[in-house]
């Protein structure tokens, strides 16, 4: 017998809550510079996670607290405008 699962809930976020944010950027764009000029005076930590295999991409994880739902899709809007990110995860 195959048990179905239920998809459709979605999770619940305890806020206020340190989140991560996988951004990838064109290599020669500084993702520190990037994230700074976003969050501002924010307090926020950012690692580079690897090069992509043609070495023309870096990918980064940024990790900020965020204070309630808006907040983290606002992040994620205002990341995912900006001119040198290629991609928000």
């Known amino acids: 017998m195959v048990e179905k699962v239920d998809n459709t809930k979605e999770v619940e976020i305890k ?17 520190k510079n990037i994230a700074k000029e976003i969050l501002q005076e924010r307090e926020h930590s950012i690692k580079k996670s690897q090069n992509s295999s043609s070495g023309k991409y870096s990918s980064h994880s940024l990790e900020v607290l965020v204070h309630n739902d808006d907040d983290r ?5 205002a990341l ?3 001119e040198h990110i290629k991609f928000v995860l």
Do not use: Q
């Not at 806020?15 to 993702?31: F, G, L, N, Q, R």
């Not at 899709?73 to 809007?77: G, I, P, Q, T």
């Open 73 to 77: 899709k606002a992040l994620y809007e």
């Open 80 to 82: 995912k405008k900006h």
């Open 15 to 31: 806020y206020p809550a340190d989140w991560k944010y996988k951004i990838i950027t064109a290599k020669e764009h500084s993702a």
